[in-house]
């Protein structure tokens, strides 16, 4: 690998541009929920706990990284998952509050074309995600793989107790069951800053 560093600044998004942070459009993001770039090897609820406390780790960001002069890695998304418990940083020992997943495609693959995506906004509104192209549900808090689904409304995904019990105490415990409110909560996806809020107060 060649060296040098490549410095990132993050910006707020324009509302009018949330198409970007659509996975068609490879985004490299802070916060919000992730924009998978495939459907396969998803990580589950298990993977994403941390070793040390065991509660669900948070999206943190995502960066856009193909390896060029690879077949394999015409796409290359890193996504980087971190706890929220401040005590956590502090313990040593293997299995830390930080994991890295890697998803990678090559050019020809069967979730988008092979030409760069139109640099325009795709036409309709943008419904929020709430499942992936092959039928399978996502996190409404998260984004992340959601096995687990409201017992009341039967529609609502989640990872895991800990997060239907975060998004129950945010809104869904009034809008259940009603239309358009499958996909994600009202308050929408917890940003970054929002998430680790309680973390950076504790350091």
């Keep these: 690998m060649a060296g040098g560093v490549e410095l990132g600044f993050a910006a707020a998004a324009d509302p009018e541009d949330a198409w970007r942070l659509r996975s068609a459009y490879f985004p490299s993001k802070l916060g919000g929920r992730p924009a998978w770039l495939g459907e396969d090897g998803l990580p589950g609820p298990g993977a994403l706990r941390c070793a040390r406390c065991q509660q ?4 943190l960001l995502q960066l856009y990284a193909p390896l060029p002069g690879r077949h394999d890695t015409f796409h290359r998304s ?5 706890c929220r418990g401040a005590a956590c940083y502090r313990l040593p020992g293997p299995g830390g509050p930080l994991c890295v997943f890697r998803s990678q495609l090559p050019r020809r693959n069967r979730f988008y074309p092979e030409e760069p995506p139109p640099e325009e906004p795709p036409p309709g509104p943008v419904a929020p995600p709430g499942r992936l192209r092959s039928g399978v549900r996502l996190c409404r808090v998260c984004g992340c ?3 687990r689904a409201c017992g009341r409304c039967h529609r609502a995904a989640y990872c895991g107790t800990e997060h239907q019990a975060l998004d129950w105490l945010r809104g869904h ?3 259940c069951g009603q239309a358009g409110d499958a996909g994600g909560s009202p308050a929408g996806p917890l940003p970054g800053g929002l998430v680790f809020k309680v973390f950076d107060s504790a350091m």
Excluded: D
């Design 173 to 175: 415990r009034h809008t």
């Design 56 to 59: 669900p780790r948070a999206f």
């Design 145 to 147: 793989l959601g096995p």
């Design 78 to 82: 890193l996504f980087v998952f971190a």
